[in-house]
């Protein structure tokens, strides 16, 4: 019986070992199958991309087929290519061998330009020098005095009223006298007494009652222009010279030749103008005027006319009457004409502005408005009679 059981514990643990074994028998063969499962997907791939690879091997082959097509195209084409290459470069030697000549016919052309721009402006030159040649014997030819004087000239009426004990003294002028551009304005000149009456009475004025200056047109009267700015005068620098503003200046108007302008112009080619008429008393000047250099930077700044006291029949030159240049322009104003002891020689100053003359900078000037509330033009009374003081004294100074 214990034998028995011996055997039948051996066989069963060998039943155990057995069932072991064959469960790991099992277990390496669902391992194997898996294994093979696996290696079957991977043929199945490998056998896949195998096809694809075929199919892309075909396709390669039928582009690399297109390319050698192409490629033969291109092949043909680069031969055409070089051969235009060949003409084109055989074209473009030919094109340098005529672009060096023409360099050098444009070389050649612009040495035979600039020459010929140099006999042109030569040319031009000697043209502008014989045009400057016949303008300068053209204006030593001609006189512009008398066309300037009658384009520049201005009407001036001056009105004055004075009351006196006895009766009203009436004093009316008439002058022609030019329009002067001076700092940049326009200015009729004339000479204190001529202009105001002065020179025809010994009485002056006291009460003026009645006061008006007006310019025009000479020719119709037209373009009246009224002053109301006050007159300027020379009384600081001792002359009679006067200077009235021109609101509304037309025609032409005349620049003023300064006392160094003159003396570097010289007094040949000059003509007397009287400021009594209008144009029809004119005189040339020529050998009659010489410059007072004693002036020595007092502001004199004086020309001398001479008159002729012998010849009735030459015009004399008298306070009031003007000067103009050959050229048209303004020389100056006679503001005095003295006699000698003997009177065998009378000479008349004309005075000439000085150089960069500021009329508005003078320290003498008349009013001539009457202030409201006034019966007279008290202003111009007060300031014509210190202008006349200030005359006196620099003339007896003198």
């Known amino acids: 019986m214990a034998e028995q059981e011996r055997l039948l514990s051996v066989l069963e643990k060998s039943r155990s070992e057995d069932?072991?074994?064959?469960?790991?028998?099992?277990?390496?063969?669902?391992?194997?199958?898996?294994?093979?499962?696996?290696?079957?997907?991977?043929?199945?791939?490998?056998?896949?991309?195998?096809?694809?690879?075929?199919?892309?091997?075909?396709?390669?082959?039928?582009?690399?087929?297109?390319?050698?097509?192409?490629?033969?195209?291109?092949?043909?084409?680069?031969?055409?290519?070089?051969?235009?290459l060949q003409s084109t470069?055989?074209?473009?030697?030919?094109?340098?061998?005529?672009?060096?000549?023409?360099?050098?016919?444009?070389?050649?052309?612009?040495?035979?330009?600039?020459?010929?721009?140099?006999?042109?402006?030569?040319?031009?030159?000697?043209?502008?020098?014989?045009?400057?040649?016949?303008?300068?014997?053209?204006?030593?030819?001609?006189?512009?005095?008398?066309?300037?004087?009658?384009?520049?000239?201005?009407?001036?009426?001056?009105?004055?009223?004075?009351?006196?004990?006895?009766?009203?003294?009436?004093?009316?002028?008439?002058?022609?006298?030019?329009?002067?551009?001076?700092?940049?304005?326009?200015?009729?000149?004339?000479?204190?007494s001529s202009v105001l009456g002065l020179d025809a009475q010994s009485s002056g004025y006291s009460q003026v009652s009645e006061l008006s200056f007006r310019s025009y047109n000479p020719m119709d009267n037209t373009g009246e222009s009224v002053l109301n700015e006050p007159v300027i005068t020379l009384a600081e620098y001792g002359k009679s010279a006067v200077l009235i503003p021109v609101e509304h200046p037309n025609g032409e108007v005349l620049?003023?030749?300064?006392?160094?302008?003159?003396?570097?112009?010289g007094t040949q080619n000059l003509t007397l103008f009287k400021a009594s008429s209008y144009g029809n008393q004119t005189a040339d000047?020529?050998?009659?005027?010489?410059?007072?250099?004693?002036?020595?930077?007092?502001?004199?700044?004086?020309?001398?006319?001479?008159?002729?006291?012998?010849n009735a029949s030459e015009l004399a030159a008298e306070p009031g009457d003007f000067i103009l240049s050959k050229e048209g322009d303004f020389i100056g104003v006679i503001v005095s004409v003295s006699s000698s002891s003997f009177g065998q020689k009378q000479e008349a100053r004309c005075y000439i502005l000085p150089e960069n003359f500021i009329p508005e900078n003078t320290s003498r000037k008349i009013r001539i408005l009457k202030k409201e509330g006034q019966n007279f033009y008290e202003d111009f009374v007060e300031d014509l009679s210190q202008v006349l003081k200030d005359i006196e004294v620099r003339i007896s100074a003198e």
């Open 19 to 84: 069932q072991r074994k064959l469960e790991s028998a099992e277990d390496r063969l669902r391992s194997t199958e898996l294994s093979i499962a696996y290696m079957r997907g991977q043929l199945a791939a490998t056998e896949q991309e195998r096809d694809e690879a075929r199919q892309a091997s075909a396709a390669s082959a039928e582009q690399l087929q297109t390319r050698e097509k192409e490629l033969y195209a291109v092949r043909g084409e680069l031969g055409n290519v070089r051969t235009e």
């Open 89 to 192: 470069r055989t074209v473009l030697l030919d094109t340098r061998g005529e672009l060096q000549s023409t360099r050098e016919n444009l070389a050649e052309t612009r040495a035979q330009l600039v020459k010929t721009e140099e006999q042109q402006q030569e040319q031009a030159r000697n043209l502008q020098y014989t045009r400057s040649q016949l303008e300068l014997a053209e204006r030593k030819l001609r006189n512009d005095a008398v066309s300037s004087y009658s384009a520049s000239v201005r009407k001036l009426k001056v009105h004055i009223v004075n009351d006196r004990f006895l009766g009203k003294l009436q004093t009316d002028r008439t002058l022609y006298l030019p329009q002067v551009n001076i700092g940049g304005k326009v200015y009729l000149i004339g000479e204190l």
């Open 285 to 310: 000047l020529e050998g009659r005027c010489s410059l007072d250099l004693s002036d020595n930077g007092n502001g004199q700044n004086c020309m001398i006319v001479r008159n002729s006291i012998r």
């Open 255 to 265: 620049k003023p030749v300064s006392f160094d302008g003159l003396k570097k112009r």
